[in-house]
């Protein structure tokens, strides 16, 4: 009975040490973060809108920055089709296109974007490179064309 009475608390710090093993280092402080230059998701986005008005690109220059992630909208508010063609603004870059343009890729990657009358075409991307870039719209006629700078 005596002896019972004993192992009873033995077997309950057998059992406690069991449970009630220290937890490892808390996530996320045992991880070192790796120092990075590309954007996070939680990383603002900067929403750059370029109008199609009268057959001209406004703002001409458009401004962009290296390492940022961007929105680069542009809005036709004219009653005719436009195009968007960049000059090699989005080389090696990781793009997504969309709005409610036609947008054509080839083997290089994006070509244009046919953006028909008060639609829009978007484009979520980081430009990598600071440089001057043109671009135009190649409809017949059109001789429309402005730069966008990366800074
Ligand atoms: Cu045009």
């Not at 990075?36 to 962009?64: C, G, Q, W, Y």
């Not at 680069?72 to 090696?92: K, T």
Request: aromatic share 10%; charged share 20%.
């Amino acid at each position: 009975m005596r002896r019972r009475f004993l192992l009873l608390p033995f077997l309950w710090l057998m059992a406690a040490s069991i449970l009630f093993v220290p937890a490892a280092v808390p996530a996320g402080q045992s991880t070192p973060t790796t120092p990075t230059l590309a954007p996070s998701n939680t990383d603002p986005e900067e929403v750059v809108t370029v109008t199609i008005h009268r057959r001209t690109f406004e703002p001409d220059p458009v401004k962009l920055h290296a390492g940022q992630k961007t929105k680069l909208v542009f809005y036709n508010q004219d009653v005719e089709l436009h195009a968007f063609v960049p000059v090699g603004l989005f080389v090696g870059v990781h793009l997504n296109v969309s709005g409610n343009g036609a947008p054509e890729f080839g083997t290089d990657g994006f070509k244009r974007v046919i953006i028909p009358s008060e639609g829009r075409a978007e484009f979520r991307f980081v430009p990598d490179h600071p440089g001057v870039y043109p671009f135009f719209c190649d409809m017949p006629g059109h001789e429309m064309k402005a730069t966008i700078v990366v800074e």
